[in-house]
């Protein structure tokens, strides 16, 4: 294993009795702890609903399938995310369109949304890639004036936050109509898997309550809450999409902690900054002024003389993981065909991205010294393409 990961969850005694405690309940899935959760975690990010769910992919499934996405619509997003986005959309039978990312980040181009719509569009997915917040107020601007619904890949933004109209709120409260979270062991908050949506329509959550559960009319908590038998019946077809108590506990201790483990992530993203900036060529990711991010993680872009794929290999031959730039859909074999998908312009800025970009190691409990360990190598693989500069020049 890497003597430095890329990525470390914070879990340790108190997540451990959070499960003894559910386990020795007798009540492990979608009970009591589930529904705390939802409860703390619509208060934190300030949203009137939370719906929880067993992992991102199967909220943004939810999510579309609410705001009325069907076979033959369209839904506009971006390629330069993990394929789960793209691949929700298809779930629906819809035909995602891909737009490309700022030159000088990696969300969205708010600017090129208009030109991507079509009678077809049905909704607007956005990435807080990386955890890094999008424009949201610009998006949803020319959603607005569309009327299309905006459903925020909240994956990865977990505490981060945006200067919304004055004032500073989380992602998640939500800005669009509906935002989904992941729980994976990568994000900020870990639940070992798990999801969640927040919306401020009720009906949208009633929605997600009812399908995660294979559409059944009456909850587990009603029926074994009742003095008299209840039958329950299948209105529509659902889905098996629920989260366990054993992992709502766990998110329950995740989310006490998570105000420190921002701070500690932004520090460490800081530190980086400083220090790469100091080294010619390199390009430190850009948080603009009106955005907060947890610094899920940190992508550094390459100059033209650094290979990727060699400069990882070099980091990884000394015990230091790395991940290459976010991946882009329209460039996988499952989006080969060409009625998977339709592309919006060019994605010039997506794939130079995924190509000249490096996801560094950060996690909390990161020392000064490996940090300094992790900028020595690549200043060290700088160094030894100087010559290779020179003799071309």
Partial sequence: MSQIPVAKPVLDEQEVEAVRRVILSGWVTQGPEVAAFEREFADFVGASHACAVSNCTTALHLALLAVGVEAGDEVITVSHSFIATANAIRYCNATPVFIDIEADGFNIDPELIKAAITPRTKAIICVHQLGMPCDLSRIVEVAER???????????????????????????????????????????????????????????????????????????????????????????????YRMTDMQAAVGREQLKRLPEIVAKRRALAAAYSQALGKLDGMSAPVEPDWARSNWQSYCMT????????????????????????????????????ENSHRVSGDLTNSVSAQNRTVILPLFVQMTDGELDAVVDAIAASRLRCEPVIAKVG
């Fill in 146 to 240: 569309h009327a299309i619904p905006v459903i925020e890949d909240a994956a990865c933004a977990t505490g981060s936050e945006i200067l919304w109209k004055g004032r500073w709120e989380k992602i998640g409260k939500p800005h669009g109509d509906i935002a989904c979270f992941s729980f994976h062991p990568r994000k900020v908050v870990t639940t070992g898997d798990g999801g969640m949506l927040t919306t401020a329509n009720p009906e949208y959550d009633r929605k997600f309550r009812l399908w995660r559960q294979h559409s059944m009319s009456v909850t587990d908590s009603v029926r074994h809450g009742s003095k008299q038998v209840i039958y329950e019946s299948y209105p529509e077809v659902g889905f098996n």
């Fill in 302 to 337: 390459l100059p033209d003389q650094l290979d990727q794929l060699e400069l990882m290999q070099g980091l990884l031959d000394q015990g230091i993981s790395t991940r290459r730039g976010i991946m882009n859909s329209h460039l996988e074999p499952a989006y080969a065909a």
